[in-house]
């Protein structure tokens, strides 16, 4: 079995796909169950962000992963294929080592997607995919994250999409400490942006959720009020500012929601931020005059300008990555070795075992002690070295130099010897 990471991201995929084969969370077991279900892919993990989808998996055949991946969301492989990437092996170590450290996300060395990292983790350590090899390799990856993360300035200056949506709405409306906002979800992401808002002291905040009670949770957090989805349709002219993040499969906020309310706003402008992927706010509003409306890929443009005083990290976190990607697949082949050890050592155990067999039964009936063990040293050594022996002897030709070389190396005989 190999590893692989099979996926896409949004350097790869626009979001129009992205969204197409997100990853809803309480999808996720049972889709982990079902790549697995077959022999051909023994381990798996899926990551599905609002940048990225991506299958961590064990197998023999990578490409059944992208016949499953297009099947599983109902769509030919023939539009998504385009935009796959697949890692085998050393790609794949060094792919996912990347990711956990924030080198492959849209905000470089941004920390959100450790935790999504885990998440996914969580959710294949619950369905029962995550076997050792998978195992091992996300404990690394999280060691080789937190490694970046304290030895570099990866992380020094960081512009996170929080802030960026802070950013952009500023760009509409001058003073935040005069707008009324309005949160749409509970999440982490929708967590993060409130605190970066409540920050900027806008002048008020409400928080609207299915699950009342983690609205209010948070809603008493940032001293703001709740709304219930039913609510959402005739409360949202109220709000300058609009920041949805939900894993609703379908938009939750349409045009016609949204005309109506900038017709009752008179036209005062506003800002809508979508962060789902799927996307939370149908992609029409964009074309409403007094509406600003940003998606996760246009929040990208915004962090770009702190790029450049981050790359001497990126190439210092690029170095302990790579070394740790060596150290991974070391650990790799050496278990892929434990099989021809143990049969090894088990070959050895019984050679022993039959010759002090014979050397006790020989004490038993009276041998001399000093030949009794010359004859036991004898006998291990022939049996011992019988199949190297006989390996050399039978080698032919240019293939007896290289014989000759490995027994040289397994051995570790010097020329003289």
Excluded at 43 to 54: G, P, V, Y
Excluded at 59 to 87: C, I, K, N, T
Excluded at 123 to 128: D, L
Excluded at 159 to 184: K, T
Aim: hydrophobic fraction near 45%; charged fraction near 25%.
């Amino acid at each position: 079995m190999q590893l692989y990471a099979l996926g896409l991201n949004h350097h790869t995929a626009p979001l129009a796909i992205r969204e197409r084969v997100a990853f809803e969370p309480a999808s996720l077991a049972g889709a982990l169950r079902d790549l697995t279900s077959g022999r051909t892919v023994r381990e798996a993990a899926i990551l599905s962000t609002c940048n990225r989808t991506e299958l961590y998996f064990a197998s023999e055949a990578p490409q059944h992963a992208a016949d499953w991946l297009a099947q599983f969301h109902r769509l030919p492989l023939g539009e998504v294929a385009p935009y796959l990437y697949s890692h085998p092996e050393r790609e794949a170590v060094r792919h996912v080592f990347r990711v956990a450290s924030g080198l492959d996300s849209m905000v470089l060395g941004e920390p959100q997607i450790l935790g999504q990292v885990k998440e996914a983790v969580r959710h294949a350590e619950q369905a029962g995919t995550l076997g050792t090899l998978l195992h091992k390799l996300f404990q690394s990856s999280f060691a080789v994250a937190k490694e970046v993360r304290s030895t570099t300035a990866i992380g020094a200056n960081i512009v996170s999409m929080a802030a960026a949506a802070v950013h952009l709405a500023e760009r509409i409306f001058e003073r935040i400490d005069e707008q009324n906002v309005l949160f749409i979800g509970a999440g982490e992401m929708i967590e993060l942006c409130v605190a970066h808002f409540a920050g900027a002291g806008p002048k008020s905040i409400a928080i609207a959720n299915r699950t009342e009670a983690r609205a209010l949770a948070l809603a008493e957090r940032c001293g703001g009020k709740t709304l219930t989805m039913e609510a959402l349709a005739e409360a949202l002219p109220r709000f300058d500012i609009v920041v949805s993040c939900t894993a609703s499969p379908l938009p939750i906020v349409g045009l016609g929601m949204v005309e109506r309310a900038v017709k009752a706003r008179r036209h005062r402008p506003m800002v809508m931020v979508d962060l789902a992927v799927p996307r939370d706010i149908e992609a029409e509003v964009a074309a409403l005059d007094d509406v600003f409306l940003y998606s996760v890929d246009d929040l990208a443009q915004v962090v770009e300008a702190g790029l450049e005083s981050r790359q001497q990290a990126v190439v210092e976190a690029e170095g302990i990555i790579e070394g740790r990607v060596d150290g991974f697949l070391h650990w790799m082949r050496t278990r892929e070795a434990v099989p021809a050890i143990r049969a090894l050592r088990q070959h050895a155990e019984t050679v022993r075992e039959a010759e002090l067999e014979r050397a006790l039964k020989q004490l038993a009936r009276g041998d001399a002690p000093d030949k009794v063990l010359e004859a036991l040293a004898h006998g291990l050594t022939n049996k011992l070295m019988h199949a190297p022996t006989h390996y050399l002897n039978q080698a032919e030709g240019g293939e007896h130099d290289a014989a000759a070389q490995l027994v040289r190396r397994l051995f570790d005989l010097r020329d003289e010897e």
